[in-house]
């Protein structure tokens, strides 16, 4: 009982630590592969600004509205939404806001975590050189060899999970603070080594153009969509983490500024990734192509045939790695949170229990890859199901309603007070919160159906 007595009074050390705890968050599978190839193929700098615009109106407002909420509840998500509807005089149903976003929370990890061990995975094959000259062919056989052996997966699944749980089992500041400190600089100069290789190779001018040459005519109404989603995922948005996240947070932290700098490291670090992986891709004339395939087959292609490719391979690995265990770690906060408050359990115990559980979905997830490949709910593999019902649903309710709850329910004037907002920000502020966010997130949820 002790521990969940310290625990609702856990809060972080520093404003440093908090931030590189939510960057670690927002910086993960998102920014290294997705985020660059959004802009090689959506027109560039023309991308870039439309995203800025997106975070700007979206992003950000939702992000300061669970650091918000989170903060005056000091509890976990479903708590504090219920707590916070309590004292403003609001329908407990807005309880129904915290418990999507820890549901989210679990399932999406369920299925992060098998992604998270596929990168593990390859650290396994970078070390052991198993990249060494890869054709196009073994490289895909590589990675469907993968994918077809549920014993494979389920180790390395294993193992990722069990990082993450060790991580959480820690505490917030011995735990998810003091993992991001060492991580996320780790992740920092990985990335670095990784551009400057990147300049040296004939590949750079080519992958500079392709990143950032403006090209209105890529943006369609598809692209501004694809944009706004990004802006919201990103930011881990909807999934009670910024919010279990508040719930740590001192009063004397300025929620706008720290925003605007997790913002910044985000999109610093997505673009940093993009300079990173394509000068290698133009470099050996591959395929600039999408998805898992770009990070899967045709860099170890690459890194199977270039000098030096060995180590290059290993650091790549490890920074996707690290990107995906900050935002794991992530994931599962709000889920102990919650089960720290709602059970007798201590904090060891309630990780434990809930890693366990996140990491039984994962298996179903993970044989979808192959045992039960067959196995179909509404034409969906678990696997999948489980990524279209969080994105598409979970999610962007989730980030409606803590923006709604924020925007309407709450006393003004503390609100204003909170964010040190003049006359003309505050109405900003309101402006935005209350029309232009909820807006932004009703046309993603109504566009993906
Ligand atoms: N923000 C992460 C990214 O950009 C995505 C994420 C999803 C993080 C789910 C945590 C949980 O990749």
């Known amino acids: 009982m002790t521990a969940s007595l310290t625990h609702s009074h856990a809060q972080w050390s520093s404003r440093m630590g908090f931030v590189l705890a939510a960057t670690g968050s927002a910086v993960g599978l998102g920014n290294i592969w997705k985020f660059p190839y959004m802009i090689g193929q959506s027109g560039g700098a023309a991308f870039v600004l439309i995203y800025l615009l997106c975070i700007a109106m979206i992003g ?3 992000l300061v509205a669970e650091w918000m909420l989170g903060r005056r509840g000091q509890k976990n998500p479903i708590n504090t939404m219920s707590e916070l509807a309590r004292k403003n005089g609001r329908s407990q149903a ?7 976003g820890v549901l989210g929370a679990f399932l999406i990890l369920s299925f992060y975590s098998v992604i998270g061990g596929w990168a593990l995975a390859y650290v396994g094959d970078a070390i052991g050189g198993g990249f060494r000259g890869l054709t196009a062919e073994s490289a895909g056989a590589l990675f469907t060899g993968m994918l077809g052996n549920p014993g494979t997966l389920l180790l390395w699944h294993t193992a990722f999970m069990l990082l993450t749980v060790g991580v959480v089992a820690m505490g917030v500041t011995g735990g998810l603070e ?5 991580l996320m600089p780790a992740l920092g100069i990985l990335l670095l080594i990784m551009v400057v290789y990147g300049m040296t190779t004939g590949g750079f001018g080519a992958a500079v153009s392709y990143l950032f040459n403006p090209d209105w005519s890529l943006v369609t109404g598809e692209v501004i969509l694809a944009a706004l989603g990004h802006a919201f995922f990103t930011l881990s ?3 009670g983490i910024m919010m279990a996240y508040g719930s740590y947070l001192g009063q004397d932290v300025d929620l706008l500024r720290t925003a605007r700098t997790v913002v910044i490291m985000d999109t610093v670090i997505a673009i940093a990734a993009g300079l990173a992986i394509f000068p290698i891709v133009f470099a050996n004339s591959l395929d600039p192509a999408a998805g898992p395939g770009l990070i899967f087959v045709t860099l170890p292609l690459a890194f199977g045939n270039i000098s030096g490719g060995a180590l290059l391979g290993l650091a790549f690995f490890l920074l996707l790695t690290f990107a995906a265990l900050t935002s794991a770690i ?5 889920i102990v949170e919650f089960v720290e408050e709602r059970t007798p359990f201590n904090r060891i115990t309630a990780t434990v229990v809930a890693g366990l559980a996140t990491w039984a979905l994962g298996i179903a997830a993970l044989l979808s890859f192959n045992a039960w490949s067959e196995i179909l709910i509404f034409g969906l593999t678990v696997f999948d199901l489980l990524d279209q019902l969080t994105s598409k649903f979970l999610l962007p309710l989730t980030g409606l309603g803590v923006i709604l709850f924020a925007a309407w329910c709450l006393d003004k004037d503390s609100v204003r007070k909170e964010l040190g907002l003049g ?5 900003l502020w309101q402006v935005i919160t209350r029309y232009v966010a909820p ?3 009703l046309v993603v949820f109504f566009s993906s159906l």
Do not use: D, Q
Request: glycine residues 16%; without cysteine; aromatic residues 6%.
């Open 178 to 182: 003091r993992g991001a400190k060492v």
């Open 237 to 239: 948005l909807g999934m």
């Open 439 to 441: 807006a932004g997130v």
């Open 60 to 62: 950000l407002p939702i």
């Open 94 to 100: 807005w309880m129904l806001v915290g418990l999507s």
């Open 423 to 427: 006359e003309t920000g505050f109405t």
């Open 330 to 334: 992530s994931l599962l906060e709000p």
